[in-house]
C-alpha cells in the first residue's frame, strides 16, 4: 500500500470493493472505518447508479479490488464508465502493479508489450485468440487463474512454438516466486504447481498473478 492510498482511504466516505470481507481485513489493519459497498462482477450495474448517486451528493468514494487494480481484467470497469458519463471525476491511485512487475523482472528484451488480460477459457474463441497473438510481433502479457495454467501453456506451447516462458505468481507477496524456462518444460512444472496469472512475451513469456 501506497502512503497516498491510505490516505484517500481515510478521507472517502465509503470503500466498493470486490469483497468487502478482505477489504474489512485490511481497513481493520489500517484504523478505517469508511463504510464498505461490495462491487463485483454480479452486481457492478446496480451498484454503479448507487454510487453515482452517492458521488453526485457530494461523497467520495474509493474503488478497491482483491488482487489487482481496479478495472484491469478485474471488476470495475462498469462503474468507472458510469461515473465518468455522468460528468464526475475518476482519479487513478496507482499502486503495486502485477503487470509491470512481471515484466521488469522477466529479464526478456522487447520493444512494446500487448496485454491480452485473460484468455477465453476454451473453444475456437481461445484457439482464434492465441493465433492473433501469436502473429505479433510484442511481447504477451496474459493472466491466468491457478487451475488453468497447465492447460493454458499447453495451448501456448502449440502456439508459439518453444520459446522460453517467465512465470510469477504472488508478485509483492510473501511467497513470491519468478521462474524462467522453455514452454515444453513449464508444461510440466506446471502441474501441481504455478498459481497466479500468466504473461506470455515474443521471443518469451512472463506471468502476473
Known amino acids: 500500500m501506497t502512503l497516498r492510498a491510505i490516505d484517500v482511504l481515510k478521507r472517502v466516505h465509503r470503500v466498493a470493493a470486490e469483497d468487502t470481507r478482505n477489504t474489512r481485513a485490511l481497513l481493520n489493519h489500517l484504523g478505517i472505518s469508511a463504510k464498505l459497498v461490495a462491487v463485483h462482477a454480479h452486481n457492478e450495474r446496480r451498484a454503479a447508479e448507487a454510487l453515482v448517486g452517492a458521488?453526485?451528493?457530494?461523497?467520495a468514494v474509493a474503488l478497491?479490488?482483491?488482487a489487482g487494480t481496479p478495472a484491469v481484467s478485474d471488476p470495475?470497469?462498469?462503474?468507472?464508465?458510469a461515473v465518468r458519463a455522468a460528468g464526475l471525476?475518476?482519479?487513478?491511485?496507482?499502486?503495486?502493479?502485477?503487470?509491470?512487475?512481471?515484466?521488469s523482472a522477466s529479464g526478456?528484451?522487447?520493444?512494446g508489450a500487448v496485454f491480452a488480460g485473460f484468455l477465453p477459457v476454451k473453444g475456437s474463441e481461445r484457439r482464434e485468440r492465441l493465433a492473433a497473438l501469436a502473429a505479433g510481433p510484442w511481447a504477451i502479457v496474459l493472466f491466468e487463474a491457478p487451475h488453468r495454467i497447465a492447460a493454458t501453456l499447453s495451448d501456448l506451447h502449440a502456439a508459439l512454438g518453444d520459446r522460453d516462458v517467465v512465470i510469477a505468481r504472488e508478485?509483492?507477496?510473501?511467497?513470491?516466486t519468478i521462474t524462467r524456462l522453455p514452454l515444453a518444460e513449464a508444461r510440466?512444472?506446471?502441474?501441481?504447481h504455478c498459481g497466479g496469472g500468466c504473461t506470455s512475451t515474443s521471443p518469451a513469456w512472463s506471468s502476473a498473478a
Open 55 to 59: 458521488i453526485g451528493n457530494g461523497e
Open 188 to 192: 510440466s512444472a506446471s502441474r501441481g
Open 171 to 176: 508478485l509483492t507477496k510473501r511467497f513470491e
Open 89 to 103: 471525476r475518476v482519479i487513478p491511485v496507482p499502486g503495486a502493479s502485477a503487470l509491470t512487475a512481471a515484466l
Open 108 to 111: 526478456v528484451a522487447f520493444d
Open 64 to 66: 478497491v479490488s482483491d
Open 76 to 81: 470495475g470497469v462498469e462503474l468507472v464508465a
